[in-house]
C-alpha cells in the first residue's frame, strides 16, 4: 500500500537522487585522488576540497531566494547547468585556485538540488508516511554513493570521471524535466541560530560540528590518506564504499538503541568507538582486509553522529517546537565541521601521515567525553531517531516526521516499567516521584533513562 500511493509517485524523485548522489560520490572522493597524482600537496588539496563545503554554506543561505523567484523546476535545471559547467570545467584548464572555484560551484549546486529535491518529497508526502519516505531517501542516498566509490575501482581516467558525473547530473534533471508533480510551497527559512542552539542542546551542536568534521574530512580526505598508503585507486575506492555501507546498516540498529537507552550513551558510545577505531586505523594500517574491517566499523560510529545529534535536539524541544529551525542551525553547524575538516586534516596529513587518525579520535574522544558529561533526560522525554543522509539540503528538516506529535507518540518505544537502568537515575527520580505505598513502587514510577 505504500509502494503504490506514496512511493511509486515519487519513484522518479528518487532516482534522480540516485543519479546525484552517486556522481556526488564519485567526484566527491575522485576530486583528491587527482590532485594527489597531480603532485599537489595535501593542505592545497584540502583548500580545494574545503571550497565544496563553503558553497554548500552558501547554498543554505542564499539559495532560496532564487528557488522562491523563479519556481522549483526551474531552479531545478538552472543548479543542474550550474553543476554540469562545474564539472565539465576540471577538463578544460588545471589550476588550483580554478578548481577551488570549481568546487565551490559545485558545493552550491548540489545543495540547492537537493534543497528542491526535497521540497518536493515534503510536498507529496503526508504526515503518516514521512518517516518512511525519509527512511528511504536515506537508503538510496547512501546505496547510490557507494555506488560512486565502486565506479572508481574501475580505474578509469579524468576526463572520463568528469564525463560521467555530468552525464549523472543530466540524467536527474531529465527524470525531473518529465515527471508531473506540483509546485511545492518552500517555506521561509528561519534564521539559524547557533548560540540559541547552544543554550537548547549543547551536546546536540557540538555533535553536529564534530559529525561534520567526520564526514567532510572522510569524503575528502580520507581518500587521499588511503592513496598514500597502498598506492591503489582501487584499494581506495573499496575501503570508502565498504565505510559507506557499515553507515547504512548501523542506522536503524543505532536509532533503536538510542530510543530505548538515551541519545547520550548512544553519542558517548559513537565517540569513544570511533576513538578506538581511529587509533586501530592509525597502528594498523598496513593490512588491507583488517583496514577494510576497521573502515566498515568506523562507518558504523561516524555517520550516526550527526541524526544522534539531531534526535538528542529534539528530546530537548517541547512537543517538537522550533524542531526547523533548530535542525537547519544543526544542518549549518555539521555544514562548518565539513568545511573545517578539508583544512585541518589536510595541514595534519602534510605533516605527517601517522597523525592523520590521530587527530580524528581526538575529535571522537572530545564528544565522547563531553556526552558523557552531558545532562540526563528521562525516558518520557526521549522523542523518537530517524534515520537522515550523510548529506542533505535546508530543507530536510521540513520532511522531518518528528514535527508530528502524534507520530512521534506512535513512534515511542515500550519502556519496561520493572526496570531500572541506571543508578545514575535516582536523583532525578528522587525529585519526580511521588509518594508510594512501598519502595517497589516508588522505584517504577521514578524510571529514568540515561541521555
Excluded at 577538463?91 to 578548481?99: G, R
Excluded at 544542518?331 to 562548518?336: R, S, T
Aim: glycine share 8%; aromatic share 12%.
Amino acid at each position: 500500500m505504500f509502494f503504490r500511493q506514496a512511493l511509486l509517485p515519487i519513484s522518479s524523485l528518487f532516482i534522480s537522487i540516485a543519479f546525484l548522489a552517486t556522481g556526488y560520490g564519485m567526484l566527491m572522493t575522485y576530486i583528491g585522488l587527482y590532485l594527489k597524482q597531480a603532485g599537489l600537496s595535501e593542505m592545497a588539496i584540502g583548500v580545494i576540497n574545503s571550497a565544496f563545503f563553503l558553497g554548500a554554506l552558501l547554498a543554505a543561505v542564499f539559495s532560496q531566494k532564487l528557488i522562491v523567484s523563479v519556481g522549483h523546476a526551474r531552479s531545478f535545471s538552472a543548479f543542474s547547468a550550474l553543476m554540469v559547467m562545474a564539472f565539465l570545467g576540471h577538463t578544460l584548464h588545471y589550476n588550483p585556485w580554478f578548481w577551488a572555484g570549481l568546487r565551490l560551484l559545485s558545493g552550491f549546486a548540489f545543495y540547492a538540488l537537493l534543497i528542491v529535491l526535497e521540497s518536493w518529497l515534503n510536498e507529496k508526502s503526508s504526515s503518516d508516511d514521512r518517516g518512511r519516505v525519509l527512511a528511504v531517501y536515506t537508503v538510496v542516498f547512501f546505496m547510490a554513493t557507494a555506488i560512486g566509490q565502486l565506479i572508481l575501482s574501475m580505474d578509469i581516467t579524468s576526463h572520463v570521471v568528469f564525463v560521467m558525473g555530468s552525464v549523472l547530473v543530466l540524467a536527474s534533471l531529465f527524470l525531473v524535466a518529465i515527471t508531473r508533480i506540483s509546485q511545492p510551497v518552500l517555506a521561509p527559512f528561519e534564521r539559524y541560530s547557533l548560540p540559541k542552539v547552544l543554550h537548547i542542546a549543547p551536546l546536540a551542536l557540538v555533535g553536529s560540528v564534530i559529525g561534520g568534521f567526520f564526514v567532510g574530512g572522510f569524503y575528502t580526505m580520507v581518500p587521499v590518506f588511503v592513496l598514500n598508503t597502498y598506492g591503489q585507486q582501487s584499494v581506495v575506492a573499496s575501503f570508502m564504499a565498504i565505510s559507506i555501507l557499515g553507515g547504512l546498516l548501523a542506522q536503524w540498529p543505532v536509532g533503536t538503541l538510542s530510543d530505548r537507552y538515551g541519545r547520550r550513551k548512544l553519542l558517548a558510545w559513537a565517540g569513544l568507538f570511533s576513538f578506538v577505531i581511529c587509533l586501530l586505523l592509525a597502528l594498523l594500517a598496513s593490512q588491507t582486509w583488517l583496514f577494510y574491517l576497521l573502515g566498515f566499523l568506523l562507518g558504523t560510529s561516524l555517520f550516526s553522529i550527526y541524526p544522534l545529534s539531531v534526535a538528542r535536539a529534539n528530546d530537548r524541544l517541547d512537543h517538537g517546537k522550533d524542531l526547523v529551525e533548530v535542525s537547519r542551525s544543526l544542518l549549518f553547524a555539521y555544514g562548518i565541521g565539513s568545511f573545517l575538516a578539508p583544512l585541518i586534516l589536510g595541514a595534519v596529513l602534510g605533516v605527517s601521515g601517522g597523525l592523520f587518525f590521530t587527530v580524528l579520535a581526538l575529535a571522537a574522544l572530545l564528544l565522547g567525553g563531553y556526552a558523557l558529561t552531558a545532562e540526563r533526560i528521562a525516558n518520557e522525554q526521549l522523542s523518537v531517531y530517524v534515520a537522515v543522509p550523510a548529506a542533505s539540503g535546508a530543507s530536510l528538516a521540513q520532511l522531518d516526521p518528528r514535527q508530528d506529535e502524534q507520530w512521534v507518540e506512535d513512534h515511542k518505544p515500550a519502556y519496561p516499567e520493572d526496570t531500572d537502568p541506571s543508578a545514575d537515575s535516582e536523583p532525578a527520580a528522587t525529585e519526580r516521584a511521588e509518594t508510594q505505598p512501598s519502595e517497589a513502587d516508588a522505584t517504577t514510577s521514578a524510571r529514568h533513562i540515561d541521555d
